[in-house]
């Protein structure tokens, strides 16, 4: 379902790419959608998942279904006024929001008016996606994965959808993006309810501040609301300073985070939420020797295909944008622009899968303050990042300066994951033995082996530009493929098999 979901992704942006260049209205929506998005990561999948899913899990074990019943009831009325109350805020002082969030667009009024405009529209996503994660939390805490995450794919078809057919019917086309994510985050709701209904926890939302397990998941969500999103408060950092450079920066960062966040989402963040329950139950059950085993196997898998997916990327990131985006409205300068921060990015693709992992070790185990003081170390190390690399490139190179940006990102992301294992490591819950660091260099092996493979069969963007669309996704497909079979066929000479993987 991830899967899916990620691929209707990659046509969404294919679509807004044609119709808008990477100019303008494009900056302007994806400015106007970060913001909501950012605050969806923070609250909704990020730090209330993460605290509401351990505290759902240790009652469902422990407690009776009356129980249950009136905390699930109590999370969605308590949840969803406080969110009403931000989202109305929200709505109202949208310029000033994005005074905050895209300074650099003041000195654009026809930029800043549009950019406000839309975010009145896409605000109240907040609150409609956070009670769709509390749906999806339920869900998965009762081992039910293919609801919640076939779920983003209603976003996905809402914005090709308005793109396609309410954008021609408006005189300022680009509100039809805005629209469709209105029309998402209602949809994605109610998709939510018969599962619930059927399991039998479809909540009645009533205020229940005082109750002792909104409580408890308010004081794990509050650090969690930092420590979960240090990697989208980089990139909303990125998105601040991206607003200054010049116009375009915001869309080739987008695009670029975009094909980033397709393996990222289809292996480590699918990976993560269904470990996240499997290490909460470890905790609560089955003790810290299978919590070990089950967090050394997460970070085995995530390796597995991280390591691949980073040099395929690095080494394709021109075919692959050419492939997806360059058309209509999206030139050639667009796709070189934003291959130079895709290749950035990439670097970092180990590390992001690793984030999700790691930190949900500590999540499961209701200790939100260590990823905590790990993701401001990281932030800090971003922020320092941005400033020295921005200011070098635009000082001292030819490269453009929003590849800066997209490098700090990468190195704030490897101290993070670095930490996060460090602590794990000294607490006994991540035990990385002889066998681990034979497979890290089996895989080693095997990506050295596809790299070489992809050298010799790659050609320059010339050739790619001069096909249609047709032939461009055939000769990629002859890349991707043999560098898939290379990589799996290293793997297999070298006794790596698939019951070596299984948990």
């Known amino acids: 379902m991830t899967l899916l979901s990620r691929v209707l992704g990659l046509a969404r942006d294919i679509v807004i790419a044609r119709f808008y260049s ?10 106007a959608f970060k913001i909501p998005n950012f605050m969806r990561r923070l609250f909704a999948e990020g730090a209330f998942s993460l605290a509401f899913v351990p505290v759902l899990t240790e009652y469902k074990n422990s407690r009776t279904q009356d129980e249950i019943h009136q905390l699930i009831n109590r999370v969605a009325g308590t949840l969803g006024l406080i969110l009403l109350i931000i989202t109305s805020i929200g709505v109202l002082v949208s310029p000033a929001i994005v005074y905050v969030f895209a ?5 654009q009024p026809e930029k800043f008016d549009l950019t406000a405009d839309m975010l009145r529209l896409t605000f109240p996503y907040i609150l409609l996606i956070s009670m ?3 749906a999806g939390g339920i869900l998965n805490s009762w081992k039910q994965f293919a609801a919640p995450a076939f779920t983003p794919v209603l976003l996905n078809l809402s914005l090709i959808g308005c793109a396609v057919w309410l954008a021609p019917q408006l005189d300022v086309p680009v509100y039809a993006l805005a629209w469709g994510v209105l029309i998402a985050g209602i949809t994605q709701m109610l ?9 039998g926890f479809l909540p009645k939302p009533v205020w229940g501040w005082k109750d002792s397990g909104v409580q408890k998941i308010i004081k794990l969500m509050i650090p969690a609301l930092f420590g979960s999103s240090v990697a989208q408060i980089n990139l909303l950092f990125d998105t601040f300073i991206a607003s200054f450079l010049v116009s375009g920066s915001v869309a080739w960062l987008y695009y670029s985070d975009r094909l980033l966040e397709f393996p990222l989402g289809v292996f480590g963040i699918a990976l993560a939420t269904v470990v996240l329950p499997n290490l909460s139950e470890s905790h609560v059950k089955q003790g810290k020797d299978h919590f070990n085993k089950t967090l050394n196997w997460a970070v085995q898998l995530a390796l597995v295909i991280a390591l691949p997916a980073t040099l395929g990327l690095l080494l394709l990131a021109q075919p692959i944008l050419t492939t997806m985006f360059q058309y209509g409205a999206f030139g050639e300068s667009d796709t070189l622009m934003s291959s130079m921060s895709l290749m950035a990015y990439s670097l970092g693709l180990p590390a992001f899968i690793l984030i999700k992992i790691l930190a949900n070790a500590f999540y499961a185990r209701q200790d939100s303050k260590t990823p905590v003081r790990i993701g401001i170390i990281a932030m800090v190390v971003n922020m320092f990042l941005n400033v020295i690399f921005v200011l070098t490139l635009l000082n001292y190179t030819d490269i453009p300066a929003h590849v800066g940006l997209a490098l700090a990102t990468t190195g704030s992301a490897y101290c993070n994951a670095g930490l996060l294992a460090l602590a794990l490591r000294r607490d006994q819950y991540l035990t990385l033995d002889r066998s681990f660091t034979l497979m890290l260099l089996k895989l080693l092996l095997a990506v050295f082996g596809m790299t070489i493979l992809l050298f010799t069969l790659s050609q320059d963007l010339h ?14 497909i002859l890349l991707i493929l043999p ?7 290293l793997l297999w000479i070298m006794g790596v098999r698939p019951r070596h993987l299984a948990h």
């Open 22 to 31: 990477a100019g303008i209205e494009a900056d302007a929506f994806f400015v």
């Open 103 to 107: 300074a650099g667009f003041i000195d």
């Open 132 to 134: 769709t994660a509390l």
């Open 191 to 199: 998709f939510q309810l018969p599962f619930l209904y059927k399991l």
């Open 463 to 476: 050739f790619w530009t001069q096909l249609e669309w047709f032939g461009r996704l055939f000769e990629l």
């Open 483 to 489: 560098a898939i079979l290379c990589y799996a066929l």
